[in-house]
């Protein structure tokens, strides 16, 4: 199993940018999607951002299209969020997920995938 680990969280004001990072430890070759999925204590966990690693697909959720992007690097087995011109709506824990099938929206459900990181808090304050 692929073990996630993400950093990269923060505090900033309304505007500001932000970049997570998640590094997946372990036997990665039949990992075919990553997602980013954030979380309040009051909404579900919603996906924002995915990638198809290996064709480089990649998926965004209406509310963060152009503003946030996902990428990876194979060498570094490493995740990216770059989120910019941050809102107070995006504070929530950010999670990296990781599925052994390809991803065809952002917001793919949450049983698909197998691998979880322990979530990274972002705040966004006005």
């Known amino acids: 199993q692929v073990q996630l680990m993400e950093s990269g969280g923060g505090s900033v004001q309304a505007g500001g940018s932000l970049r997570l990072s998640c590094v997946a430890l372990?036997?990665?070759?039949?990992?075919?999607?990553m997602t980013w999925f954030r979380q309040t204590q009051d909404q579900e966990r919603e996906g924002v951002a995915a990638?198809?690693?290996?064709?480089?697909?990649?998926f965004y959720a209406d509310s963060v299209k152009g503003r946030f992007t996902i990428s990876h690097d194979d060498a570094k087995n490493t995740l990216y969020l770059q989120m910019n011109d941050l809102k107070p709506e995006d504070t929530a824990m950010y999670y990296c997920?990781?599925?052994?099938?390809?991803?065809?929206?952002?917001?793919?459900?949450?049983?698909?995938?197998?691998?979880w990181g322990q979530g990274t808090q972002v705040t966004v304050s006005s």
């Open positions: 372990g036997d990665t070759s039949r990992t075919r999607c």
């Open positions: 990638i198809n690693p290996g064709p480089d697909d990649t």
């Open positions: 997920a990781a599925s052994d099938a390809y991803c065809i929206v952002a917001n793919s459900r949450s049983r698909h995938f197998d691998s």
